[in-house]
């Protein structure tokens, strides 16, 4: 069974920079399409970035430019770089796995975002 953690987030100032990590345990990665959602207060819960087997990389429109999403598979880690972080990123961040045509598989804890002056 596939466990997620999430790890890195906090408090940061708008224009500031977080990297959050994800270590996956119970299954090796590379398989995987590797997914980073978030999900801010009173709002469902979203994608933020992916990353498949390959290596081709997907952004939601509003964090273009600004977040890259990485993953090795050697250490079973995922990577969210954020930059230029605004107060709308404000969001707790989940990360999770897939098989390309599976479903997600069961959430992690996540691990909170906030962006503050």
């Known amino acids: 069974q596939v466990q997620l953690v999430e790890s890195g987030g906090g408090v940061v100032q708008p224009g500031g920079s977080l990297r959050l990590t994800c270590e996956i345990s119970?299954?090796?990665?590379?398989?995987?399409?590797m997914g980073w959602f978030r999900q801010a207060p009173g709002k469902q819960r979203e994608l933020a970035a992916h990353?498949?087997?390959?290596?081709?990389?997907y952004y939601t429109d509003s964090v273009k430019g600004r977040f890259a999403i990485s993953r090795d598979n050697a250490k079973k880690m995922v990577y969210l770089q954020m930059n230029n972080l605004k107060p709308e990123d404000t969001a707790v961040y989940y990360c999770?796995?897939?098989?390309?045509?599976?479903?997600?598989?069961?959430w992690g804890q996540g691990t909170q975002v906030t962006v503050s002056a």
């Open positions: 999770n796995s897939r098989y390309e045509s599976s479903l997600w598989n069961a």
């Open positions: 119970g299954s090796h990665i590379a398989g995987y399409i």
């Open positions: 990353i498949t087997t390959g290596g081709t990389t």
